[in-house]
């Protein structure tokens, strides 16, 4: 999740969750963005903590944010 490798390996896992569940990305990336919006002060009101950082950058990508726009 946070490692050098973590979009390599959340590319990997997105790819089985649609093979898997027989749901569109697109859904899956709009479930995700959910998440993100609502989780990322859940653990360190703040913001300091990496899962600040990971919902913040989940946001950022250029497939979710094309799909939010």
């Given at each position: 999740m946070y490692g050098p490798r973590a979009a390599e390996y959340d590319d990997v896992l997105l790819r089985r969750f649609v093979t898997r569940s027989g749901h569109s990305r697109e859904l899956l990336l709009l479930?995700?963005?959910?998440?993100?919006?609502?989780g990322a002060n859940s653990y360190a009101a703040d913001g300091t903590d990496g899962h600040f950082a990971w919902c913040a950058a989940v946001l950022a990508r250029p497939d979710v944010r094309e799909l939010l726009c």
């Open positions: 479930y995700r963005a959910a998440y993100a919006v609502l």
